[in-house]
């Protein structure tokens, strides 16, 4: 489960007090380690390792265990002397990582308060959940109903809200200054990660606060639709509306992974550019505060998100661009981010160049893997088969190919794939087999626990029908996209955009 109530989970831990006592380490200049015991865990050292080197003027003080209201005092108390000569060596800003470091509680004043009156320093501190990135940016989520972000403390000053993220991202200014709140019918709001878009009126929770969840990406922000029911001109309208600097540098996510290379693909025709898509969201997991500690990993995983708003498998695919049906790429989608599914795909020079065998090759698709022989290339079925949170297609295409050296490399491949991928698998057949080789294939799935799918048609041009083999031209969604509902729509939100 993503981290959505982590405060809550400090605050049960906070109660119950630290067992031993409270030691502080250092763990290079001016970064200080608070933590119960002789030693700190080799994961506190971890986290401190990805915030240094410090720059001048700062310091850091990293808690890695659960304070309750009179180990504030206590914390104060047992640094003072690590800051004095911090103070003495002209720091002007602390940084705690500390979980909760930010908020104050009836009249108990939060430990940032303190440290800043204290010994006058400006104090950045979270009031969530504290996490530490592999880039060593921090991350706080900052949640409807349950605030956090990162806040700066400077004495004798009203604290005031940063940012979910630390440094600030470049593209964060521009994101918050589009001029765009409403596009017919739809809620535009920005999110620690980017902007989300959702239809006007009541939401579901998990539709209000799932985009809230989302860490952002110092690359570029993120576009997160919050319904399948947003038509695709609303978000090209909003990403029009981004700045040139950071509007190819933005990727399209979507709660219901089912549409999104669809709504990609249409919003590259709409706009006559390339929209990069992410296939999930990235979440971080429960567990990046480990049990006893106060700061932890926000290591993020892209995963899709199943109908309860949970994180179901990780995508081969994790990133498409969706080429204009009338630029060069002629409406293609492209994997440019990836990973290699199984250790016996290792070795491939691309995405879709994953030797299996000396025979045949796989290819990363957005809803799972092509296997088919050397040299060929997966059909339309298997390219522009809808993502499922549920399932993970494995398309197979036997047309071609000596079906005798097939079987050991499907046995190998399907033993090294992920608990969770061979739980969601079905293997969905290109062509025709002999009754041994369908036999073959049976056995295979079944040794592994995939299912099996109905055998693939062939989709042919212009009509949408289909034969056996699954080759076959490709063929477009809209026939006429010029006179789409869709162009139309969007060309009267771009003339209302204007009046914005």
């Known amino acids: ?6 405060e809550a989970r400090h605050g049960e831990r906070a109660q119950r007090g630290t067992a031993a006592p409270l030691t502080v380490s250092n763990a290079g200049a001016r970064i200080h380690l608070v933590h119960a015991g002789d030693e700190p865990g080799p994961w506190l050292t971890g986290l401190a390792g990805r915030l240094g080197p ?76 504290a996490l530490v990135a592999p880039d060593g940016s921090l991350f706080s989520p900052d949640l409807p109903g349950e605030p956090g ?14 940012s979910s993220r630390v440094p600030v991202s470049g593209w964060e200014a521009a994101v918050k200054g589009i001029p765009v709140q409403e596009v017919a019918g739809h809620v535009v709001e920005p999110v620690p990660a980017g902007l989300v878009v959702r239809p006007a009126g009541p939401v579901s929770a998990m539709t209000r606060t ?24 609303v978000p090209a309208v909003v990403m029009a509306a981004l700045p040139e600097s950071v509007r190819g540098t933005t990727r399209l996510l979507s709660l219901d992974v089912r549409s999104v290379v669809r709504t990609g693909r249409q919003m590259a025709d709409l706009m006559g550019t390339p929209v990069r898509v992410g296939l999930g969201l990235p979440v971080i997991l429960d567990g990046a505060l480990r049990d006893g500690a106060s700061a932890g990993d926000a290591t993020a995983e892209l995963r899709t998100i199943n109908a309860d708003g949970r994180p179901s498998w990780r995508p081969f695919a994790q990133t498409v661009v969706c080429e204009p049906a009338g630029g060069p790429g002629a409406g293609r989608v492209r994997v440019t981010e990836w990973r290699v599914p199984a250790a016996s795909l290792s070795g491939g020079s691309g995405p879709d160049a994953l030797p299996l065998g000396r025979e045949w090759q796989a290819a990363v698709t957005p809803a799972g893997l092509w296997i088919g022989p050397r040299g060929e290339v997966p059909p339309r079925a298997a390219a522009t088969r809808a993502v499922s949170p549920d399932t993970v ?17 499907l046995d190998a491949l399907f033993d090294q794939l992920e608990t969770e991928v061979r739980e969601r698998a079905v293997v969905h057949v290109h062509g025709l087999l002999d009754t041994g080789s369908a036999k073959r294939l049976r056995g295979v799935t079944a040794r592994h626990g995939l299912g099996l799918g109905r055998p693939a048609r062939r989709e042919c041009a212009g009509t949408g029908t289909a034969s056996a083999t699954g080759t076959g031209p490709h063929t477009r969604a809209c026939p006429e996209p010029e006179g789409c509902a869709e162009n139309t729509a969007y060309a009267r939100l771009q003339a209302w955009l204007v009046t914005v």
């Open 1 to 6: 489960m993503m981290i959505l109530r982590s």
């Open 54 to 129: 410090v720059r001048p003027g700062e310091a850091v003080v990293l808690v890695g265990t659960p304070l309750d209201g009179t180990g504030l005092a206590e914390l104060c108390d047992l640094l003072d002397p690590v800051l004095k000569p911090d103070r003495d060596a002209h720091v002007r800003l602390l940084l705690l990582v500390m979980s909760t470091g930010a908020e104050d509680s009836g009249s108990r004043r939060s430990a940032a308060r303190l440290l800043s009156e204290r010994w006058g320093f400006d104090v950045l501190a979270a009031s969530g959940v």
């Open 149 to 162: 972000g990162w806040w700066h403390f400077a004495p004798g000053a009203v604290p005031r809200p940063v």
């Open 210 to 233: 799932l985009p809230h969840a989302v860490p952002p990406d110092r690359g570029g922000p993120q576009l997160i639709v919050a319904s399948p029911d947003v038509p695709a001109a």
């Open 393 to 409: 297609a494995i398309d197979l295409g036997v047309e071609h190919g000596p079906h005798d050296s097939l079987w050991p490399a």
